[in-house]
């Protein structure tokens, strides 16, 4: 019988987290306990995974000695907070929020390009990813590099507003919808207007 893990998602009911327990859900991930974890207001609430509905808890009161594997995706003061209460008893976290990725001793990961780095999360308990878009470059990138060699790459990237969550999906979507109907649009979580627009705000 394959190893099972008890794993903990923080960030469970927002868009990112909701991608995350599909994925495991749909890779079959060897899952022997899932804990989603989110604010105090979402706790009660359940989430469906691999045939099983899973409680929601109240991240402020879990006990992380409970897991082996933390997945976060609730924003960098979140992971700025909770990451060193996990790891602290044993956890491994993997890291999705960019609060970790300047550290020189957390590694910084792209499974495809190199998953020898992996080996230092012992570091510190923590494995960090990149940004969703360099991410794909770097796969796309690293055959080349491999074969040829790179020098120098320009980037230019436009980002979804899905990586702020779902209170920007849904300011999007009101926005688009008032504007479309001749009404008046309501700015909270950008500074500007984002429907219709691009503005410079990656990772404020």
């Not at 794993?7 to 989603?36: K, M, Q």
């Not at 020098?151 to 504007?179: D, F, P």
Request: charged share 20%.
């Amino acid at each position: 019988m394959s190893k099972k893990y008890d794993v903990a998602i923080v960030g469970a009911t927002g868009a990112v987290g909701e991608v995350l327990i599909s994925i495991l859900d749909e890779r079959n991930f060897p899952i022997n306990n899932l804990y989603p974890l989110a604010s105090k207001r979402s706790a009660g609430n359940k989430v469906n995974c691999q045939g099983k509905s899973w409680l929601v808890e109240d991240l402020d009161a879990f006990d992380f000695s409970k897991v082996q594997i933390g997945l976060f995706s609730a924003g960098g003061d979140i992971s700025a907070k909770y990451v060193p209460i996990a790891t602290a008893t044993g956890c491994v976290v993997i890291d999705n929020t960019s609060h970790f990725r300047r550290d020189e001793d957390v590694p910084l990961v792209v499974p495809e390009v190199n998953p020898h780095a992996i080996a230092d999360y012992t570091n510190r308990n923590i494995i960090a990813n990149p940004n969703c878009s360099t991410i794909q470059m770097l796969v796309a990138l690293k055959p080349i590099y491999d074969a040829v060699g790179i020098e120098r790459i320009n980037v230019a990237t436009y980002q979804a507003v899905s990586g702020s969550g779902k209170e920007a999906i849904t300011e999007l979507t009101n926005q688009t919808a008032n504007l479309l109907n001749g009404k008046d649009i309501e700015v909270e979580v950008y500074p500007k207007q984002i429907a219709f627009n691009a503005i410079p705000h990656i990772d404020v």
